[in-house]
């Protein structure tokens, strides 16, 4: 899984698996739009104003964590 974020367009992509076949888009919300494979496989989600979605209110981290072990870690967001 890979997180893009691209400042000069304000969009985020959340890659969940490469995209070795054609996708489809498909628009969520006016912010949010997610690729299917035609069989519903997921490959990403698209997050176009990004910055008002990752950071929330004033959150300027994102944590992973893993909730079968507990563990845990932080990644700062530009």
């Known amino acids: ?9 304000n969009i985020a992509y959340i890659q969940l698996q490469e995209k ?4 489809m888009t498909l628009p969520i919300s006016d ?3 997610i690729d299917l494979a035609p069989d519903g496989t997921v490959f990403g ?14 959150a300027s981290k994102i944590v992973v964590e893993n ?9 700062s967001l530009p």
């Open 20 to 23: 070795n076949r054609e996708v």
């Open 31 to 33: 912010v949010v739009n």
């Open 67 to 75: 909730e079968a072990t507990g563990a845990s870690a932080e990644i």
């Open 45 to 58: 989600i698209e997050l176009l104003n990004a910055n008002e979605q990752l950071r929330g209110a004033a």
């Open 1 to 9: 899984m890979k997180l893009t974020y691209d400042p000069r367009y």
